[in-house]
């Protein structure tokens, strides 16, 4: 499977007349350094889209915790450690000390 995926690299790679002033100046690419070029150009989108991502879920995580914490009664949050606060979110007293 891996071998199928490069032949047409290899047809495209071979197709340009290569002229050993083309290979001094580095203009022909194997299959391989044009795959490790690809890499390099996709890397910084690659990582941008992994932050982006991960902030989506650590905000959508947030999102739930609070919408889970809205339920609960007065005395329900008392029970657990945590009291609601005039706008009504939850806290916790401890970590106000």
Known sequence: MGTQSLRPLKEKAL???DTPAD?????????????????QAIAPVVTALTGLAARFVASSRRRRTERMMARFSNRELQDMGFERDWDGSAYRPSDYR
């Open 15 to 17: 197709d340009v007349t």
């Open 23 to 39: 290979r001094r100046r580095g203009t022909i690419l194997t299959p391989k350094e044009s795959i490790m070029s690809t890499n």
